[in-house]
């Protein structure tokens, strides 16, 4: 490349600032969520963010990927991968939103970080591929932090846990391994015609079945949105349009205009918003130094290895 090519090569750096924000914004999902479901009920809100977001891909799929409802439901006929992937996309979704309800907002995401670690290993185990360099030693590095996080008093480690608390750890290590599973099969699925707007669309459309179909099926009472406080609302509606839709559109623009792999190495500043935030809404706070070492611990260490990942070397 020339020095006037490079001039005039556009800057990488404002999609990096878009994958930040992507990365904060979906940081804030599982509290918000768990704000919202504390007064409202959660396969309503499911459903209603499901429902947005699908109203926005089916938009964006005709603006922007010129496609009508005749041609997309053909390619959906023939992707028949995109039903799988929708299928995890759902599992991935319920159980997240259980796990919130059960525990704390920020252990769900400390959990969430293990996906990249779980993807290696699931493809080592299923697929018979080769593990990425470092994956053992950052995955231990990265629980050795996770462990300090967990565990607030070393004199009685099991003090800090609750029944629920266990039993919600278990569902969000369940939902990880289903995430990694939907990687999985990004990975080695053929797409041939598929957009950003088109998958938002197929995947709203089926977390929208899924999700009316639990809520009636559950019993919900739809009525307390009308007994909801303003605080509870206010983070239905960040779930709904901050998080499922901008979110989703804003990482989508990042992945698209820079190396995906960059945007990727981001993922763990998901677990420093998910900090700030539950101090801040849920009062969910770490109150240890051993705590905070912990969460830097598995910053750094996932950080790190997603980073590793992009050198020619490990490719």
Same mark, same amino acid.
Do not use: C
């Given at each position: 490349?020339?020095?006037?090519?490079?001039?005039?090569?556009?800057?990488?750096?404002?999609?990096?600032?878009?994958?930040?924000?992507?990365?904060?914004?979906?940081?804030?999902?599982?509290?918000?969520?768990?704000?919202?479901?504390?007064?409202?009920?959660?396969?309503?809100?499911?459903?209603?963010?499901?429902?947005?977001?699908?109203?926005?891909?089916?938009?964006?799929?005709?603006?922007?990927?010129?496609?009508?409802?005749?041609?997309?439901?053909?390619?959906?006929?023939?992707?028949?991968?995109?039903?799988?992937?929708?299928?995890?996309?759902?599992?991935?979704?319920?159980?997240?939103?259980?796990?919130?309800?059960?525990?704390?907002?920020?252990?769900?995401?400390?959990?969430?970080?293990?996906?990249?670690?779980?993807?290696?290993?699931?493809?080592?185990?299923?697929?018979?591929?080769?593990?990425?360099?470092?994956?053992?030693?950052?995955?231990?590095?990265?629980?050795?932090?996770?462990?300090?996080?967990?565990?607030?008093?070393?004199?009685?480690?099991?003090?800090?846990?609750?029944?629920?608390?266990?039993?919600?750890?278990?569902?969000? &290590? /369940? %939902? +990880?391994?289903? *995430? =990694?599973?939907?990687? @999985?099969?990004?990975?080695?699925?053929?797409?041939?015609?598929?957009? #950003?707007?088109?998958?938002?669309?197929?995947?709203?459309?089926?977390?929208?079945?899924?999700?009316?179909?639990?809520?009636?099926?559950?019993?919900?009472?739809?009525?307390?949105?009308?007994?909801?406080?303003?605080?509870?609302?206010?983070?239905?509606?960040?779930?709904?349009?901050?998080?499922?839709?901008?979110?989703?559109?804003?990482?989508?623009?990042?992945?698209?205009?820079?190396?995906?792999?960059?945007?990727?190495?981001?993922?763990?500043?998901? &677990? /420093? %918003? +998910?900090?700030? *935030? =539950?101090?801040?809404? @849920?009062?969910?706070?770490?109150?240890?130094?051993?705590?905070?070492? #912990?969460?830097?611990?598995?910053?750094?260490?996932?950080?790190?290895?997603?980073?590793?990942?992009?050198?020619?070397?490990?490719?």
């Amino acid at each position: 490349m020339t020095s006037i090519e490079a001039d005039h090569a556009p800057s990488i750096w404002p999609y990096i600032g878009l994958g930040i924000l992507a990365h904060a914004i979906w940081g804030a999902y599982p509290v918000m969520a768990k704000r919202a479901v504390a007064e409202t009920p959660k396969f309503s809100l499911l459903f209603l963010a499901s429902a947005t977001a699908m109203a926005v891909g089916y938009w964006w799929m005709r603006r922007r990927g010129r496609l009508d409802a005749h041609r997309a439901f053909h390619i959906l006929r023939s992707e028949r991968a995109l039903w799988g992937l929708a299928l995890f996309v759902v599992l991935r979704s319920v159980s997240n939103i259980i796990a919130i309800e059960l525990t704390k907002a920020v252990w769900v995401q400390l959990l969430y970080l293990a996906s990249p670690f779980l993807v290696a290993i699931l493809g080592l185990a299923i697929y018979a591929e080769p593990v990425p360099p470092y994956t053992f030693r950052a995955l231990i590095v990265s629980s050795i932090g996770a462990v300090l996080v967990l565990v607030e008093d070393w004199r009685n480690v099991w003090s800090g846990f609750t029944r629920n608390d266990i039993l919600g750890l278990g569902i969000a &290590l /369940v %939902s +990880a391994i289903t *995430l =990694a599973f939907y990687y @999985l099969m990004v990975r080695r699925s053929h797409l041939r015609h598929t957009g #950003g707007g088109l998958i938002m669309f197929q995947q709203g459309l089926a977390m929208t079945t899924t999700f009316l179909a639990l809520s009636l099926i559950t019993g919900e009472d739809w009525g307390q949105w009308t007994h909801a406080s303003a605080g509870a609302l206010a983070a239905a509606l960040i779930v709904i349009f901050v998080i499922q839709v901008g979110g989703n559109l804003i990482q989508i623009t990042a992945l698209g205009g820079t190396n995906p792999s960059l945007i990727t190495s981001l993922t763990a500043l998901r &677990l /420093v %918003s +998910a900090l700030f *935030l =539950a101090a801040l809404i @849920l009062g969910e706070q770490l109150r240890t130094p051993s705590q905070w070492i #912990g969460a830097g611990i598995v910053v750094a260490a996932v950080t790190a290895y997603l980073l590793l990942q992009r050198s020619p070397k490990s490719t």
